[in-house]
């Protein structure tokens, strides 16, 4: 069973540009979630989706935006690249993620790097 | 808010050793409590979880209890190894409207030969 693929796993842009970020959950499962993880921050709540529903948001500003598609492949997006955006991104899915004891599973990531 | 507290690191130990790392909540429902763990280059991994008060998680010989009296879910490994050398990660989830995980800090744990 293939795991939660993330694309790129690496990527340097520069201040002002603009990234998305792709994420293909595990067969089956509906739930996407993204995470941020910087040395500073630690890990990070961004947004997570259901049945192409954002339901929940992290506290991010405006330039962080995402969307799931029909299929539950999940993008995000980060516009206007600040030096502070530069992280891991982390993608999660899971069947439904209605219960609390549902189990996240997570890609590899995506490493971004702004210049 | 719901909130994790971990242990300070790095934690470096010798191979064998006992291994501990302190994890206390703060949640205002009845959280599922999680441990991931993250090898260099790589991403989460769950290690394991418990649902409910005196749940016991246990996983590749690690352990943790789930104290609904302290809110603690501590880990523990009895003898490590060096392929235990990793970050360590204590999260919550309370999900009925919060489909959130919520991270301690994380401890790296180096395990020397």
């Known amino acids: 069973k293939a795991g939660v693929t993330q694309t790129p796993r690496y990527l340097i842009k520069t201040r002002g540009q603009q990234v998305t970020l792709s994420c293909s959950p595990i067969?089956?499962?509906?739930?996407v979630s993204w995470y941020q993880q910087t040395p500073g921050q630690g890990l990070q709540f961004l947004f997570e989706y259901f049945s192409e529903t954002q339901r929940n948001k992290g506290n991010f500003p405006g330039r962080f935006s995402g969307r799931q598609f029909s299929n539950s492949r999940s993008e995000m997006n980060v516009s206007t690249l600040e030096l502070g955006d530069s992280a891991l991104y982390l993608c999660?899915?899971?069947?439904?993620?209605?219960?609390?004891?549902?189990?996240?599973?997570f890609g590899a990531g995506s490493r971004l790097t702004v210049l | 808010g719901d909130s994790v507290t971990q242990m300070e690191g790095p934690v470096t130990l010798s191979e064998e050793a006992c291994l501990t790392i302190n994890c206390t909540y703060t949640a205002t429902g009845y959280p599922s409590l999680f441990w991931y763990v993250q090898y260099p280059g790589e991403g989460l991994q769950l290690l394991l979880k418990a649902t409910k008060a005196d749940d016991k998680g246990s996983n590749k010989g690690f352990e943790a209890t789930y104290r609904k009296e302290t809110t603690s879910f501590h880990l523990e490994k009895g003898s490590v190894q060096v392929s235990d050398s990793a970050v360590y990660f204590c999260a919550l989830r309370l999900g009925s409207n919060d489909y959130k995980l919520s991270f301690g800090a994380g401890t790296t744990v180096t395990v020397r030969a």
């Open positions: 999660a899915s899971s069947p439904t993620g209605y219960s609390g004891a549902n189990v996240l599973t």
């Open positions: 067969s089956g499962h509906r739930s």
